[in-house]
């Protein structure tokens, strides 16, 4: 199903990469760390204005208090912001009740369900300015290329920013997908989630103008047929695309990813007078169990199995005292799911053989999220190859081992994500770099599917 007749020339989607560039370039100052890297938490200030609209004159910030007041603010130039954008791009906004923010461009058989891309903008702790944003600010930018183009969708098209895909602030990943996939489990252990500040996340999302008056989380639910297909453009944050010299990466499946909170509680003391007979140190066994789990991941010797413990938190963390707890979360992941969970047995193990090895209670094992593995739809799979033939961008299937919002998509809509090339496979930290003509080509292909995709 060509978008025009005759077939459009390959050159015919034309992406404004100075202005797409000027907005991740702007975007990427919204941040709690300073450049190159990008830090922006979930519902914090930076998080609050990277989404706004501001009207022209309204350029303070009195909903927060002075010392946490941007500079930035004032500055007449940044006022491109997500809901600002889709707003000129003529997309119609509106937001749920966490914050997952939906740009609607009607379709003339608007009552067909629709076709979604989007992705995410928080960003972890000192990472970089790419990852998540490629993938809504190249969403609007492809409503602009077939705008441009004088394309009339069929089915309507929208575009999705979804709230919190990253874990940082409340430890849940992909929060706003998984609500959106309709989570009852999430919804219930949102009731009493807090942050590392002991700040509720109702709070939270309240002091960002959302959840107001109680709502009900389950609002946020998508109903079955609510899209008829979701893509996502993402970079790769892997080396192959650029290894092998190729534009535009087709996922087919989502590696299953997992999380899970340990903390070990032990005795403390002093650092001097405490004998080494006498300890049960509750660090040393979280320093145990980071081994241990290494080890069990190695064990498989099969490399798509991985294991991470990224925070191992010490208290009192004072170098004269021997930590009395230890909070550690570790991150393991697999393309082969029941592999994944025979990783997490033998963590559970080894937390409970070290625990008793060393005299330390294990007062907390808690799986957060073990999540399957997510498959992308053939038909969606075919659009977003036969836009890349079309495009004469050279192309090949992958799959992520990153997870993204399209793996709670799928549970609701036919999924696809393309991926493009980034330096060096870099992600999450500051040096994460995709070049303004690799994401264009990821934008022209957006493009060119979602068009497919509409008229299908
Ligand atoms: C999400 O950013 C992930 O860790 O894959
Ligand atoms: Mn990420
Ligand atoms: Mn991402
Ligand atoms: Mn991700």
Same mark, same amino acid.
């Given at each position: 199903?060509?978008?025009? &007749? ?53 350029? #303070? ?8 007041? #941007? ?23 509106? &937001?749920? %009740? ?10 003339? $058989?608007?009552?067909? /369900? /629709? ?38 969708? +069929? ?27 309709? #989570? ?16 509720? *996340? ?26 008829? /297909? ?10 192959? @695309?650029? &290894? ?18 340990? $903390?070990? +509680? ?23 169990? %980071? ?64 625990? +008793? ?44 081992? /990153?997870?993204?919002?399209?793996? *709670? ?9 393309? *991926? ?16 303004? &003509? ?8 957006? %493009?060119?599917?979602?068009?497919? @995709?509409?008229?299908?």
């Amino acid at each position: 199903y060509p978008i025009h &007749e005759p077939p459009l020339p390959s050159n015919s989607l034309s992406v404004n990469k100075e202005s797409l560039q000027k907005q991740i370039d702007e975007l990427s100052t919204f941040s709690d760390s300073p450049a190159p890297s990008v830090t922006r938490i979930l519902y914090t200030e930076k998080d609050v204005m990277a989404r706004r609209t501001i009207r022209q004159g309204n350029t #303070s910030s009195e909903k927060f208090p002075v010392s946490v007041r #941007s500079k930035t603010l004032n500055e007449p130039k940044l006022r491109r912001f997500v809901k600002n954008l889709m707003g000129l791009s003529g997309l119609s906004v509106r &937001e749920d %009740a966490v914050g997952n923010i939906f740009g609607r461009w009607e379709g003339y $058989e608007p009552e067909l /369900a /629709a076709v979604l891309s989007g992705s995410h903008i928080d960003a972890i702790p000192h990472s970089g300015k790419y990852d998540g944003v490629v993938g809504v600010l190249g969403a609007i930018e492809a409503i602009n290329v077939l705008k441009r183009f004088g394309f009339k969708p +069929k089915k309507s098209l929208e575009v999705i920013m979804f709230t919190s895909e990253e874990p940082t602030r409340f430890g849940i990943s992909c929060l706003g997908s998984r609500l959106l996939a309709g #989570s009852e489990a999430l919804v219930k252990a949102l009731k009493h989630t807090v942050d590392n500040h002991n700040i509720s *996340f109702l709070d939270a999302a309240r002091s960002a103008g959302y959840a107001k008056d109680q709502e009900d989380l389950t609002s946020v639910f998508l109903d079955e047929d609510s899209y008829s /297909a979701f893509v996502e453009l993402h970079i790769e944050q892997g080396p192959i @695309l650029e &290894e092998e010299s190729i534009s535009i990466g087709i996922v087919t499946a989502i590696a299953a990813p997992a999380s899970i909170k340990v $903390e070990f +509680k032990g005795n403390g003391g002093h650092a001097g007078a405490v004998l080494m007979p006498n300890r049960n140190d509750a660090g040393l066994a979280a320093a145990e169990l %980071a081994l241990a789990v290494e080890k069990h991941v190695l064990e498989f010797g099969s490399i798509d199995t991985v294991g991470t413990v990224g925070i191992m938190e010490l208290h009192p963390g004072a170098i004269n005292s021997i930590p009395s707890k230890a909070h550690l979360q570790i991150d393991t992941r697999d393309i082969d799911e029941s592999r994944r969970n025979i990783v997490i047995d033998k963590i559970r193990q080894s937390a409970s053989t070290i625990s +008793k090895n060393r005299g330390v209670q294990l007062s907390e094992f808690q799986i957060v999220n073990q999540d399957p593995p997510a498959l992308s739809e053939d038909s969606v799979i075919k659009a977003m190859e036969s836009a890349s033939k079309e495009l004469n961008l050279t192309h090949k299937k992958m799959i992520s081992r /990153a997870y993204h919002d399209s793996l *709670f998509m799928a549970r609701k809509s036919p999924m696809g994500m393309i *991926f493009i090339p980034c330096y060096k496979g870099y992600s999450h930290k500051p040096e994460e770099y995709s070049s303004i &003509e690799d994401i264009a080509n990821g934008v022209r292909v957006l %493009a060119l599917t979602l068009a497919k @995709l509409s008229l299908s």
